[in-house]
């Protein structure tokens, strides 16, 4: 089966531009999850969702930081306005039931300049 | 979420066995433990998990102590491929429940 595809790979931006990142999920995946990966650390959960429902949302910094997932299925991230900090790989996951094994997507580099 | 342990780093030769530990002594007896890795600009691939009993598959053993506060991630024969970012994760396979990574044992395999 075709893996997780997120784009861009890469993604440069001045601080106080705005950003956004695309996942497209392994089919029939109904669970999708994106991390937050900063140089150095493991991942960390920014957002869950379930189908096109949020699950969990609880570590999004949610004043600067949005994601939907519109008929279930891709999904987009976005940043407005990126600090400095928001520099790390940004990484989507997908999982059949939300149970078991996450599959996990190359991830989008940004880097806030 | 029940805390992991990992070396910071460890090192191999290429074609001898790794044994890859983490402890976690809070462990509850709901908890499955996982164990992910991430190659080089690679998002984190499934390696193994399990409950009690010792797990093997095509990629590594999983060694789960007795009393399951201890576990050991075994690669039988180490190949420059599995230079990466080990993790150590429990994870309670419910719906809903999330992986929590921290920042894994980091592989260097030495030609």
């Known amino acids: 089966e075709a893996g997780v595809a997120q784009s861009p790979r890469y993604k440069i931006i001045e601080k106080r531009q705005s950003v956004a990142f695309w996942c497209n999920p392994i089919?029939?995946?109904?669970?999708l999850y994106w991390y937050q990966q900063i140089l150095g650390q493991g991942p960390k959960l920014l957002i869950q969702f379930q189908n096109n429902g949020v699950v969990d949302d609880s570590q999004l910094p949610k004043d600067r930081f949005s994601a939907e997932r519109l008929k279930g299925v891709d999904s987009t991230l976005k940043i407005q306005p990126a600090k400095l900090e928001d520099s790390a790989v940004y990484l989507c996951?997908?999982?059949?039931?939300?149970?078991?094994?996450?599959?996990f997507g190359s991830g989008t580099r940004l880097t806030v300049v | 979420d029940a805390k992991t342990t990992q070396p910071n780093s460890m090192e191999s030769n290429e074609e001898e066995p790794v044994h890859l530990p983490c402890n976690h002594s809070t462990i509850s007896g709901t908890d499955y433990i996982h164990w992910y890795r991430q190659l080089p600009s690679q998002g984190p691939e499934y390696v193994i998990h399990?409950?009690?009993s010792n797990v093997n598959n095509r990629m590594a053993s999983l060694a789960i102590a007795e009393d399951r506060k201890s576990s050991t991630l075994i690669l039988h024969r180490a190949t420059l491929r599995d230079a990466a970012v080990y993790y150590c994760?429990?994870?309670?396979?419910?719906?809903?429940?999330?992986?929590?990574f921290g920042p894994g044992t980091r592989l260097s395999v030495l030609p």
């Open positions: 994760i429990l994870r309670v396979d419910n719906y809903g429940q999330n992986f929590v």
């Open positions: 996951a997908s999982s059949r039931t939300g149970k078991g094994g996450y599959t």
């Open positions: 399990g409950l009690t």
């Open positions: 089919s029939g995946h109904a669970t």
